[in-house]
């Protein structure tokens, strides 16, 4: 994309987070739904297709024009980016990148406008952390695989037409290479959704439990071959980390700017508590922590756009920007102070949205696995 487009692109989304999203958040969260009219617009406006290529419909950005994107995005609840979060990324990347052309002919352009809503289903009751063990089993019966198995807090499962599944096809083998991926419509008989958890925050996202009870799903829905799948959610995650840290940094973006318009506002010992040099202090700590996640996260993203392996610097930006998005979020707070504990200025709706990115996609303490293990592995 030209910048000139790119540039466009971005000032439309600001627009519309800031003038369509933003007034609506406080209801959005009271009423535990995006209305359908919101979600019909965000569709227009291509957001469920932002990674999805060009051929297929979508708008084909790149992973630095996504981040950039991702920026604008965060300004407003992430409720609303989880609406489609799912099909620009975790979702819909293990087909983009590993899909046959048949598969990704029949499925993306349904992806990228919006018609098809995805969901990634690789988390279970005995499998959060540790993925690679998971039980739902897929068996091959002839031209069919038959699935039998739970899952456990998958986003827009309620919303879902199509599941990217983690089954293991090899009950023989333990760990990641006995587990294979695949596509399943969510009409197939056998398929089950339950209601939506409640949650911590970020009202408006749903995460729900999904059960297979003997699902006869296609062999040419397999994506990748047998053995395959961890590798193809370990890649898709190491590209969802990138964009939940871009989403770390538009949030904190948000709070900051809000913090700094209070501050000068909001009077205390006869002068804008801006004034003060410990408020001041906050205000330089978030902007500085900040600015360090977004140089990461979009150093990342360009490198991943020339080709490099990023698992490292993904997980590098997944941890340091969830976490400083918690820092930034709890100064807020104490900025506001008591106006930042009632629900008067969104701000303690933020501060609950935010602390599931320190878990989701990976927590912090995964991340941290991640990252020294490819630091042996490099020696470096
Ligand atoms: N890209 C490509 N391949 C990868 C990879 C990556 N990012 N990460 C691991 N693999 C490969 C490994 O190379 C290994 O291949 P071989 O068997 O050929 O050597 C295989 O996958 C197994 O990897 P590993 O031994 O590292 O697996 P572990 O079971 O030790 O698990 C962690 C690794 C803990 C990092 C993984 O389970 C994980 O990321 N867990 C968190 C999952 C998560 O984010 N859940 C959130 C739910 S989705 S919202």
Redesign the pocket.
């Known amino acids: 994309m030209d910048i000139e487009t790119r540039d466009q692109l971005l000032a439309t989304i600001r627009r519309f987070c800031a003038e369509r999203l933003r007034p609506i958040e406080a209801e959005v969260s009271e009423k535990d739904a995006i209305p359908a009219d919101v979600n019909r617009e965000m569709a227009e406006l291509g957001l469920y297709g932002l990674s999805i290529p060009e051929e297929y419909g979508g708008l084909g950005l790149s992973m630095e024009e996504e981040c950039l994107v991702c920026f604008e995005l965060g300004r407003v609840s992430p409720a609303f980016r989880s609406a489609f979060g799912t099909n620009v990324g975790?979702g819909s990347q293990g087909l983009v990148m590993f899909g046959t052309p048949e598969q990704k002919a029949k499925w993306l352009p349904g992806v990228a406008s919006g018609e098809i809503v995805t969901s990634?289903a690789?988390?279970e009751p005995e499998a959060?952390?540790?993925?690679?063990?998971v039980r739902t089993a897929a068996a091959l019966k002839g031209d069919h695989y038959v699935l039998n198995g739970a899952k456990r807090y998958i986003?827009n499962a309620n919303r879902a037409h199509l599941f990217t599944v983690m089954a293991r096809t090899n009950p023989d083998v333990k760990?990641?290479?006995g587990v294979s991926a695949f596509l399943v419509p969510r009409d197939l008989p056998g398929v089950s959704v339950s209601k939506p958890e409640k949650k911590m925050g970020q009202q408006g996202a749903h995460i729900c439990d999904v059960n297979f009870d003997d699902v006869k799903v296609p062999v040419e829905n397999r994506l990748g071959g047998e053995g395959e799948g961890?590798?193809v959610a370990?890649?898709v995650?190491?590209r969802?980390r990138l964009h939940i840290s871009a989403i770390c940094c538009g949030v904190a973006e948000r709070l900051i700017a809000d913090c700094v318009a209070y501050s000068a506002e909001r009077k205390q010992f006869g002068q804008p508590i801006a004034g003060f040099q410990m408020i001041q202090a906050m205000l330089a700590d978030s902007r500085t922590e900040a600015y360090a996640a977004r140089s990461m996260v979009l150093d990342a993203a360009k490198r991943r756009d020339g080709g490099e392996n990023v698992?490292m610097e993904a997980a590098c930006a997944k941890l340091f920007a969830s976490e400083m998005v918690g820092r930034v979020a709890d100064r807020a707070v104490q900025i506001f102070g008591g106006a930042g504990y009632t629900a008067d200025h969104g701000i303690e709706r933020l501060y609950r949205d935010v602390r599931i990115f320190r878990i989701?996609?990976?927590?912090s303490e995964?991340q941290r696995?991640?990252i020294s293990?490819e630091m042996m592995k490099k020696g470096t």
């Open positions: 975790i990634f690789l988390t959060g952390s540790d993925s690679g063990s986003t760990g990641g290479s961890f590798r370990m890649q995650l190491d969802g698992t989701y996609e990976g927590t995964i696995v991640v293990r």
